[in-house]
Each structure stands twice: as C-alpha cells, then as structure tokens.
T-cell receptor, first 112, second 115 residues
C-alpha cells in the first residue's frame, strides 16, 4: 500500500521559477526521504529529514516536515531545465520495518 | 566505483519462460531490495534482504523468488513469466542500521516485457 502521496501529479514551470511539491502520508514515521528520477534512469537520493526535524536545506533544495499534519514539502529554487524529472517521497515507518514506502511521484517539467 | 549494476538492461520474454535478473553492488551494503515500477503505481517492493543468506517478502512477492548467496549480489527470478510481470525492475542497496532506514542507491533498471 502507498504510504506517501505526492501532489501535484505533474507540474510545469519556467526556468528560474521555484517548484514546490508536497507529500502526505498516513502513519507515523521515523524519517522521510526525497528522491529524483530522470527519464529512463534509477532513483537518486536527494535529502533525508528525520521526524524530529522541521526543515532541511541542501543547495537549492529545501524540505519541510510537519508531523502533526503528516506532510512534507520539497522546494526547488531557481529551477533549471536539468531539474526536469520525477520526484518521489519515501517514508520510513521505523524500527524493524526495513522498508521505505514510495509515493507515486510528481513529474516536474522545467521549460527553458 | 560502479555503485549498483543491473543486468540485463532490456529483455523480452514469452509467457511461461523463466529468467533471472542480476543486481550487483560494490559499496559493501548490508541491505538490498528489488522493486517494480509500473505507470501510475510508483515503486512497489517485491523482496528484500538484510544480509547475506537472508531474504524477506515485500509488498508484491508473488511470482518472484530471490537469493542472496553473496553480500554483493541479489538475484531476482521469475520462474514462469506472465504478462502482468511486464514492468521496469529496480534494484537498490543501503547500509544497514537498526531503527532507521538509510538512503537507498538504485541501479538504472531492467525493462522487462512479457508477451
């Protein structure tokens, strides 16, 4: 069953604009991870945020986590054509699960 | 440093045929995973392994078998392929850590079509 659900399913923006993607989940988590997938390639890990963290930055990426609302957002600032990809959130429900549960992804298109 | 390597990259099978997908990682990771990715479904976990000689079922294990005889390799087998198993298969690996799943490293996938 899908734990995380990304929103929107697809997003199209102009180069230089910011892109925001959201992820909602159902059960309590240990951490939440965001991944990027370029067309025809495997997933690449972007950032991990733990349940006791509220915000995390990595370069042009900003991730927030609101455990009370069971939601996370990924912001990509000053987007580039190379950011065109699908973005997935993945939740880790904690001890003994050994599994990440992936959402269905947001497909981002950045138009040059 | 190749990371996670999957072979083959593409394969077409006929219904009822068998095949094995190979995943190899050179990062000395304890955990390895097999996923399938279908349009509109995201990634679904088939089987996983938390160490050499161990395997466990994921969300969609039926019709698949796995083996982890060596730490660096994780094999996914289809004994009698069915059209419903047409998909893109991804292997991933991660370091092992109790109580917290670490970032996973993915291969570039095997695109499998079953006619």
């Amino acid at each position: 069953s899908q734990q995380g659900e990304e929103d929107p399913q697809a997003l199209s923006i102009q180069e230089g604009e910011n892109a925001t993607m959201n992820c909602s989940y159902k059960t309590s988590i240990n951490n939440l991870q965001w991944y990027r997938q370029n067309s025809g390639r495997g997933l690449v890990h972007l950032i991990l945020i733990r349940s006791n963290e509220r915000e995390k930055h990595s370069g042009r990426l900003r991730v927030t986590l609101d455990t009370s609302k069971k939601s996370s957002s990924l912001l990509i600032t000053a987007s580039r054509a190379a950011d065109t990809a699908s973005y997935f959130c993945a939740t880790d429900t904690g001890a003994g699960s050994y599994q990440l549960t992936f959402g269905k992804g947001t497909k981002l298109s950045v138009i040059p | 440093n190749a990371g996670v390597t999957q072979t083959p990259k593409f394969r077409v099978l006929k219904t009822g045929q068998s095949m094995t997908l190979l995943c190899a990682q050179d990062m000395n990771h304890e955990y390895m995973y097999w996923y399938r990715q279908d349009p509109g479904m995201g990634l679904r976990l088939i089987h996983y392994s938390v160490g050499e000689g161990t395997t466990a079922k994921g969300e969609v294990p039926d019709g698949y078998n796995v083996s982890r005889l060596k730490k660096q390799n994780f094999l996914l087998g289809l004994e009698s392929a069915a059209p419903s198993q047409t998909s893109v298969y991804f292997c991933a690996s991660s370091t092992g850590q109790l109580y917290s799943n670490q970032p996973q490293h993915f291969g570039d996938g095997t695109r499998l079509s079953i006619l």
